[in-house]
């Protein structure tokens, strides 16, 4: 018997670890703790200007990004 731990979204499981078993075997899925809280809409705001005082462009953000995009 193997256990690896995997995390269950609502619909399908999806493993976090290495499946040990190579082909089809029978399991057994045991709920253990709920899910940690992965981070929401209100988490972003300690990004929010994060690069306002060390901007990695000079310029208009909007501009410098349209000029990337015509040289491609």
């Known amino acids: 018997m193997y256990a690896i731990?995997?995390?269950f979204d609502g619909k399908v499981i999806i493993p976090l670890e290495?499946?040990?078993?190579?082909?089809?075997?029978?399991?057994?899925?045991?709920?253990t703790e709920?899910?940690?809280?992965?981070p929401t809409v209100d988490d972003l705001d300690q990004f929010?200007?994060?690069?306002r005082e060390n901007c990695p462009w000079d310029g208009d953000p909007v501009e410098v990004i349209r000029k990337l995009?015509?040289?491609w």
Not at 34 to 38: A, I, K, M, R, T
């Open 34 to 38: 709920p899910p940690s809280q992965g």
């Open 18 to 31: 290495k499946v040990p078993v190579k082909g089809p075997c029978d399991a057994i899925v045991t709920f």
């Open 48 to 51: 929010y200007g994060r690069f």
């Open 69 to 71: 995009r015509d040289e």
């Open 5 to 7: 731990k995997a995390r």
